[in-house]
């Protein structure tokens, strides 16, 4: 296809790919293992109610977002499933509880808070998430720290643990399979001594989507999948399995003649070295196209070949190289989808797919469909 059915950049959001990678995963897990559907960030990029709506459908029993405002628009959409909110402060608790979402509790000042605060409610029993930290020094208790919880919770009513979880720092990275390793033995630990404590069994959950593929063993009762639902598994062999949700389009708006010792764009960042043609597309870095792909770290696919961009990326647009590849105005343009995969495109600018596919601006459209 040659033209652009929707004639404007668009993102396709392909809800079969979603399944597909829905089964892939589950592939890897023990029937009663649940899934917890990471549909943070508008779903890593995409459209976090049409993409949870299906996770739900599919059989996801738990969704997570990373702020509460993510949770809300969901509930907005009318979606009844657990939502754990991964990253709550004590201004957010009113919409948390109001919006029955649960809490992941990290600390002890976030512990005392919310318990003040479910107290305060006259909450019985409300659903919290102990988050331990196991190695990634990003959030959550440490050791020392799981008897003043049990303690701490025994204390009051209001809450119950419904969940302990941890996530790993490198679970891509076979290269740090003992730090891994040491990480799953310390969550092994301490969620047991602290389940011992509790005098009831909690949830378990420290999978992310490398972790399913690399240490399906310590799968627990639950695990979080994010960026392999969405179509990237963080190493060659799982991408290969998997298929992309997001296809990123856009069209040709103007074609220039350029001849050699001009310029291309704001700058000047690009002389060009012999006549060329160059390709004005409209997406730049206000859409997520970012100044690092710029000046040949990126590319886009044009009529099957490849076509670098050109100098630096503007707001709204960038330029990019057509010289040898035979094509019009209004044709079709993939930023990324199947080919290149995201991963590949971020890769060539030395970042990662989830930085890519989660700077998809929401000015763009959306269209769900299903291949
Ligand atoms: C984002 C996130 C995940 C999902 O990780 P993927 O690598 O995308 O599967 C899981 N757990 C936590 C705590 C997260 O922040």
Not at 217 to 222: F, I, R, V, W
């Amino acid at each position: 296809m040659n033209t652009c059915p929707f004639g404007e950049t668009t993102l396709e959001i392909d809800l079969n790919a979603l399944a597909h990678n829905y089964r892939y995963l589950k592939s890897h897990l023990d029937e009663g293992t649940k899934m917890m559907g990471v549909v943070k960030a508008f779903a890593y990029g995409s459209d976090s109610t049409a993409i949870a709506k299906e996770l739900v459908n599919l059989g996801v029993g738990y969704l997570a977002v990373a702020y509460p405002y993510e949770g809300e628009v969901l509930r907005d959409a009318g979606i009844q499933t657990p939502i754990l909110v991964l990253h709550p402060l004590p201004p957010t608790f009113q919409t948390i509880t109001a919006r029955c979402m649960e809490p992941a509790i990290y600390s002890r000042t976030m512990l005392e808070s919310f318990i003040a605060f479910c107290e305060e409610k006259n909450f019985k029993a409300y659903p919290i998430h102990i988050k331990l930290n196991t190695g990634l020094n990003r959030l959550g208790f440490i050791d020392t720290d799981i008897d003043y919880i049990s303690e701490t919770v025994a204390k009051s009513e209001a809450v119950t643990v419904k969940s302990i979880f941890s996530h790993l720092a490198a679970s891509e990275d076979l290269e740090e399979k003992r730090f891994t390793e040491k990480q799953l033995k310390f969550f092994k630990e301490s969620s047991e001594r602290l389940i011992e404590n509790l005098g009831y069994t909690p949830l378990r959950h420290t999978l992310n989507t490398s972790g399913v593929i690399n240490y399906p063993e310590a799968q627990y009762d639950m695990v979080r999948t994010g960026i392999g639902l969405y179509g990237f598994g963080n190493i060659p062999e799982t991408d290969k399995k998997l298929r992309p949700v997001g296809t990123l389009k856009t069209v040709i708006s103007q074609i220039h003649k350029v001849k050699k010792g001009e310029s291309i764009g704001y700058n000047r960042g690009h002389i060009a070295d012999r006549d060329m043609r160059s390709a004005t597309l409209p997406l730049g870095h206000a859409d997520g196209m970012a100044r690092i792909y710029g000046n040949g770290n990126g590319w886009v696919t044009i009529n099957g070949k490849r076509a670098p961009i050109l100098g630096n990326t503007c707001m709204d647009m960038i330029m990019v190289d057509v010289t040898d590849i035979g094509c019009k105005e209004g044709d079709v343009v993939t930023i990324f989808g199947e080919n290149p995969r995201a991963n590949e495109l971020a890769e060539g600018a030395g970042t990662i797919s989830y930085e890519l596919i989660t700077s998809v601006s929401q000015r763009i459209k959306r269209v769900i469909c299903r291949k």
